[in-house]
């Protein structure tokens, strides 16, 4: 019984802060992401009569079952698959992982696909992208392929995400700046539960649905330059909310302010090209896919850039044949 998933990292237009449920990982809101081409994870995992205990395994480094949330998750799949057998985890990162690039999106979605693969259990995409919601609230929105809605449900049937458009709907890229290669020290799942304490909670729910239905109606067009405004002001505004929340969450360095500076001259010497950020401090670049070579060649001018991963929209989790053990 073992089977491995590849899933991508999702980057979001519109950025879900908050969650109505705890437990059933509810958002506060619905939002709209893409998933990325060069952040990925793969996860193989095998269920046995011969494990005694769960073992995990991540970027090469054994977690015993302090790892409570993966445990969690698993007991979740043995549950469905009314099985009560041991697994082993083995997973692997192409990029940091626990600094704002989405690890743990891309993460649950591998593990939930290949655990529910080798448990034998048949989940459609739908119920697929529920599951992994259980594990990591982004994690439903890297199940589906390229342009993707999860849903404002107020159940667990109706939270899960679903395609908009294809991956190849529109050639746009996203040049990742890592500038740091070391882990936030406060996890996004306790900032979440802080949310409400900041004081423009209320009026950024009040703006969620119509600004979800700008970004799709910028994406159905292929209106580039509204769309950057758009996801450039809702990346401050996400992170304003995490700033007067209490207590406060900040999680940028010097060189995310210093890429986000530069990307305003960047626009006014004649480059298309936007910022947005997740709750971490590397920082995403948004542009056409003509224009990635320059966004790039400016990148490597700065000093704090550490790396530079291209990605373009991409397919969501799928099955590999190619095991990790």
Not at 57 to 76: F, Q, S, T, Y
Request: hydrophobic fraction near 40%.
């Amino acid at each position: 019984m073992k089977a491995t998933a590849i899933a991508p990292s999702n980057i979001a237009f519109t950025k879900y802060w908050g969650k109505k449920d705890e437990i059933l990982r509810l958002p506060e809101n619905g939002s709209i992401s893409i998933c990325l081409s060069n952040l990925l994870t793969t996860t193989t995992v095998e269920f046995s009569k011969d494990f005694k205990k769960d073992q995990i395994v991540i970027d090469g480094k054994a977690i015993d079952l302090e790892m409570k949330r993966v445990v969690e998750h698993l007991n979740r799949i043995r549950k469905l698959a009314k099985i009560n057998l041991k697994a082993k985890v083995v997973t692997q990162n192409n990029f940091p992982s626990g600094t704002g690039l989405s690890s743990s999106a891309s993460g649950f979605a591998a593990l939930t696909l290949a655990a529910a693969r080798a448990t034998g259990l048949n989940l459609s995409e739908k119920q697929i992208s529920i599951l992994a919601r259980q594990g990591s609230g982004s994690a439903c929105r890297s199940i589906p392929s390229g342009f993707v809605e999860w849903l404002d449900g107020n159940t667990s049937e109706t939270s899960y995400a679903k395609q908009i458009y294809p991956a190849k709907w529109w050639n746009i890229a996203d040049v990742v700046a890592i500038v740091s290669e070391g882990k936030k020290e406060i996890p996004t799942s306790v900032g979440h539960a802080r949310a409400s304490t900041s004081p423009f909670m209320k009026l950024r729910l009040s703006r969620m649905r119509q600004k979800n239905r700008q970004v799709k109606n910028y994406i159905k067009n292929r209106n580039f330059v509204s769309l950057g405004e758009l996801i450039e002001q809702e990346a401050l505004e996400l992170h304003c909310i995490m700033l007067t929340q209490y207590p406060p969450l900040i999680y940028w360095t010097p060189g995310t302010l210093k890429i986000m500076k530069l990307v305003s001259l960047w626009r006014a010497g004649g480059i298309p090209v936007y910022f947005t950020i997740n709750t971490g401090q590397d920082i995403h670049l948004i542009c056409e896919r003509k224009n990635t070579e320059k966004v790039k060649a400016k990148l490597k001018q700065v000093e704090e850039v550490k790396n530079i991963i291209v990605n373009t929209p991409s397919p969501g989790a799928r099955l590999s044949d190619k095991h990790l053990f």
